[in-house]
């Protein structure tokens, strides 16, 4: 089966630009990258086609050769395919920007990793905003070279095969291909002595400490970035950053979501039932809430601005409590005479007014259960 047509592969007309070239193969070079599709060769063998297409169709040359002699023009020039058909997933984005706003090859630069670090909190330390210290394995500038790569005392010389540009041209047939230096790997110099620390790559393994400011109003999954405290770049090059993501603990008396806090408050029937002044707890400190009398389970009081003032702005957030009726329980005797006095005194004739969902509740089982039997 013969090669689909490079035009085909990258899903662009003939007459397209080079920038909608470029576009259409930043998107399916990320949709079918093997760091993307482990395993998967479908993935990897497009991936190769896609890369094929890109660097054809993006040279002035092999374009117009491909447009006059097909793929037949490649086999002439002795095989101009993509090499490996692989790349870094970072080159993907470096190589295309770097192309479309004029930045031309590159080598890469080696940037240190972004780390991320996993910080748990108490909701009030979430809400006020606290200040950690961390301790994170991390690769830092190694404390002999200097983040050289080259044992002290000794230089670092420039490349003589690419005279420090990391690029060396290569002909094949009516064609010249930049590629990174053989020599070199792309670095432009070249490190005679290595330093015994970190073997060259200027960069050691090592514990760091550091201070991380949480502002007030993190909630779960929020991150806090530290820009420059990620895995230092090799040999000086730029480092990587530091995402510390947040995780609040579940606390003993507050359910928060977003901006309100929610809670449960207890209440004893008499109080239910006769109304009342009751404590409740907020973050600020203990507030009165009044109870009206005749209050059922469930029932929702909000309290304005006692919730949590967001780290994205806006007004504070409120508190509500929801009223529990607790069932009294270990009665005396004194209290079960009370009690049962109150009950009796329910059914003296009233027509459920003192219990008016129950009486609907019954009313409407009785009809419920009429209606079968006819």
Do not use: W
């Amino acid at each position: 089966m013969g090669k689909l047509d490079y035009y085909e592969v990258l899903g662009v007309p003939k007459n397209a630009e080079e920038r909608e070239i470029k576009r259409s193969y930043k998107r399916l070079a990320i949709k079918f990258h093997p760091d993307r599709n482990p395993g998967d060769a479908g993935a990897e063998a497009k991936f190769k086609e896609i890369k094929e297409a890109y660097e054809v169709l993006t040279d002035p040359q092999k374009r117009a050769a491909y447009d006059q002699y097909g793929h037949s023009a490649f086999d002439q020039a002795g095989g101009m395919g993509s090499g490996s058909g692989t790349a870094d997933f970072s080159d993907i984005f470096g190589d295309v920007f770097g192309d479309i706003f004029g930045g031309g090859h590159r080598q890469r630069s080696g940037r240190g990793a972004d780390l991320r670090y996993n910080i748990e909190l108490s909701l009030e330390e979430a809400v006020r905003g606290v200040v950690k210290e961390i301790r994170i394995p991390a690769l830092v500038e190694c404390d002999v070279c200097y983040g050289t790569g080259a044992k002290p005392g000794t230089s670092i010389v420039t490349c003589l095969t690419c005279h420090g540009q990391g690029q060396v041209q290569m002909r094949q047939g009516f064609f010249s291909v930049q590629q990174s230096c053989p020599t070199c790997q792309g670095q432009g110099k070249i490190i005679k002595n290595i330093c015994v620390r970190c073997r060259g790559h200027g960069r050691a393994e090592k514990l760091k400490t550091l201070s991380v400011k949480i502002p007030a109003g993190v909630d779960t999954g929020d991150r806090v970035r530290l820009s420059g405290e990620g895995e230092v770049g090799e040999r000086g090059a730029q480092s990587g950053d530091l995402y510390v993501e947040v995780k609040v603990r579940k606390h003993p008396i507050f359910d928060r979501e977003d901006k309100n806090l929610y809670c449960e408050v207890p209440v004893n029937f008499a109080m239910a039932a006769l109304g009342g002044d009751i404590e409740v707890p907020t973050l600020d400190g203990r507030v009165k809430l009044r109870v009206p009398a005749e209050t059922q389970t469930g029932r929702l009081f909000r309290m304005r601005g006692k919730g949590v003032k967001s780290v994205r702005g806006g007004g504070r957030g409120d508190l509500l409590c929801r009223v529990v009726v607790e069932t009294p329980v270990r009665l005396n005797e004194r209290q079960r005479h009370l009690l049962q006095e109150l009950s009796d005194s329910f059914k003296e004739g009233r027509g459920g007014q003192n219990s008016p969902r129950s009486k609907n509740f019954f009313d409407g089982v009785k009809k419920f259960f009429d209606d079968l039997t006819r």
